[in-house]
């Protein structure tokens, strides 16, 4: 029985990663990369030139999302879409998105080196604001795809200057309102493919090159805005202030608490934080904060939003006020049940170890979930690690998961060898 290996790229696929590493607005201090911005431009042409580079038909759609197409021999057939995310959060790492990227273009790149043909067209995806660092909430560019969002929300939507996504795109002479052209279905899409790394310490203790993931934590991400008069701070009596802080604080204390005593290990985040107007000799006026929390069964999350409610709502500090917005819910979705087949046919045909398990980290794959056939690979991540400059995955780690997703996606594609002496047995 003899079993060809189709080795992908090392040097290539470090090169990939190292070069989008460097679209950063904080050199040095990791990847800062916000969608639509001079670092997103840079990123967006390099990934276009190194499509075109790969014979891809590329195109971006209204809203930003890049894609590169190798045609399949079946005309008018649903695509296989392999890819994931290239913006970052603050100071992230180089892995988190540009990693599922760069595993789309080195599939096509096997397929070109090998001459594989696929008989349903294959389509390699860069997604926007994935992480949601410049317009809250996240999983964006994939939601526009998925059909979830609107104009009208593309212009509520605002950055830290007030500037609407809306606005944003439009600037980069994209058109948001277009964006119902961005829409795909289970009619054009056949299934979904992303390349992760985990985020996360399971695979590196137990020596494992893959995780296969079997479902995706529920999320929601609310942002709730205190209100208070803002005054003086040496000549204002303390009895009698509105002080937008003292009101924030008195909910930010409980916060922690109300997710440890759930049973199923929940998890809740605090990470943004505003004081304005920000002097320091000023009582606030307005504190807005995110909180994001995440848990396998959408109830508990129910359960910790209605306390936070409640929380809100007991406090009774003259002349303070609260709103709360949800900028994000998406409830727990499982991945493919016959792609995690191929999966784990593939991991033992390649003879790597793997693991099932379920993603504590949002992926675009939860939204594509929603309309299509979809799989999530995790590799290793250094002391599972994610989110900061130290992100790190070991680039013959990222190689192994690599060649899985090939595997798969030849399979997703039925591919064939265009030369037919080299059949694998
Ligand atoms: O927040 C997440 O889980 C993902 O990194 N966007
Ligand atoms: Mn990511
Ligand atoms: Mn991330």
New binding site residues.
Partial sequence: LQIIMFKANKHRIENHIESLARFTSTPGHGATRLSYSKEDAAARHYIKQEMNNLGLVVREDAVGNIYGRMEGALKNAPAVIIGS?FDS?PNGGSF??PAGIVTGLEVVALFRDYGFEPQYPLEVIAMIE???SRFGG??LGSRMIAGQITLVDLNEMKDNTGLSAAEAMEKMGFNAAEIGSAQRTGKDVKAFLELHIE?GPLLEAAAQDVGIVEMIVG?TEIRITVKGKSGHAGTTPMEGRADALAGAVSILKELPGMVLDEPDRPVLTVGKLNVLPNGANVIPNQVTFTV?I?SAHSDTIQRILQKIEQLVADVKIPGISFSTEELLYAEPVEMSADIQTLLIENCEKLGLRYRKMV?????DAMIFADFTETGLIFVPSKDGI??TPEEWTDYAQLQKGIEVAFETIVQLTEAKEKSSNTETY
């Avoid at 993603?359 to 992926?363: F, I, K, Q, R, V």
């Fill in positions: 995310h959060v988190d998105g994935e992480e949601g996240g999983v985020q999320m994001d995440r993603s504590g980290a949002g992926h994610s989110h």
